[in-house]
Nanobody
Framework: QVQLVESGGGVVQAGGSLRLSCAAS????????MGWFRQAPGKDREFVAA?????VYADSVKGRFSISGDNAKNTMYLQMNSLKPEDTAVYYC???????????????????WGQGTQVTVSS
C-alpha cells in the first residue's frame, strides 16, 4: 500500500502562484507513475499533469504548471503559475504501479489517491 498526502493548497489572487506537494509513504520501493488531477464543484475530476518516464500536461495548464519529483524525499510537486479563477478546484495526487504503460491521463489507471487539497483562485 502507498499513502499519499497533498499539501500546499490555499487562496491566491488571479495571476499568483502556488506549489502543491504530494508526499508518498508506505511501500514506495519500485517506480510509480505519478499524476495530479483536480475536481471543481459540479464538475468531473480532470487530469492536470503526470510524470513517469515522460511528462504530460493537460492543454489547459500547459505553459503555466510544472510537475516534478524528488525521489530522495518521495515527494512530487506541482508548481502552478499564472493562476486563473478556473483553476479553482480540489487537487488530488495519484500513483500508479504501471510505470511505463497506459496513458497516465485517465484516473482509472491509478492505484492510489490522496485526500486532496483545496486551491481557490480569486478574481
Amino acid at each position: 500500500q502507498v499513502q499519499l498526502v497533498e499539501s500546499g493548497g490555499g487562496v491566491v489572487q488571479a495571476g499568483g502562484s502556488l506549489r502543491l506537494s504530494c508526499a508518498a509513504s508506505g511501500q514506495t520501493d519500485g517506480s510509480y507513475a505519478m499524476g495530479w488531477f483536480r475536481q471543481a464543484p459540479g464538475k468531473d475530476r480532470e487530469f492536470v499533469a503526470a510524470i513517469s518516464w515522460r511528462i504530460v500536461y493537460a492543454d489547459s495548464v500547459k505553459g503555466r504548471f510544472s510537475i516534478s519529483g524528488d525521489n530522495a524525499k518521495n515527494t512530487m510537486y506541482l508548481q502552478m503559475n499564472s493562476l486563473k479563477p478556473e483553476d479553482t478546484a480540489v487537487y488530488y495526487c495519484a500513483a500508479k504501479k504501471d510505470y511505463y504503460g497506459g496513458t497516465n491521463i485517465l484516473d482509472y489507471e491509478y492505484d492510489y489517491w490522496g485526500q486532496g487539497t483545496q486551491v481557490t483562485v480569486s478574481s
